[in-house]
């Protein structure tokens, strides 16, 4: 059974930082691609970051280039998502995101809000 658990998040202040982790099992970690995608009040759900399985290269929303970092550890089964410099419009609930066999799984979520 595929599972994703989201932790991590919480109130932080513009300009700070936080660092998210979603902790994967019920599949073979390393050979899926993961993302982190995220859904602000009465909006979409819009692609933040996405790793190659082995972790050798990423891409980024434009909104968040230059200040969040996907990694993982495949021997922990793990991808993270450092936020750096937020901002008030970074406020959203995150999601984990693994398409394994052409089906989409989604962990439940982890509220980030940037205020002062």
């Known amino acids: 059974q595929v599972q994703l658990v989201e932790s991590g998040g919480g109130l932080v202040q513009p300009g700070g930082s936080l660092g998210l982790s979603c902790a994967a099992s019920g599949f073979t970690f390393t050979l899926y691609p993961m993302s982190w995608y995220r859904q602000a009040p009465g909006k979409e759900r819009e692609l933040v970051a996405v790793?190659?399985?082995?972790?050798?290269?990423?891409n980024y929303a434009d909104s968040v280039k230059g200040r969040f970092t996907i990694s993982r550890d495949n021997a922990k089964s793990t991808v993270y998502l450092q936020m750096n410099s937020v901002k008030p419009e970074d406020t959203a609930v995150y999601y984990c995101?693994?398409?394994?066999?052409?089906?989409?799984?989604w962990g439940q979520g982890t509220q980030v809000t940037v205020s002062s």
């Open positions: 790793i190659t399985s082995t972790g050798g290269s990423a």
């Open positions: 995101r693994a398409v394994i066999r052409g089906r989409i799984y």
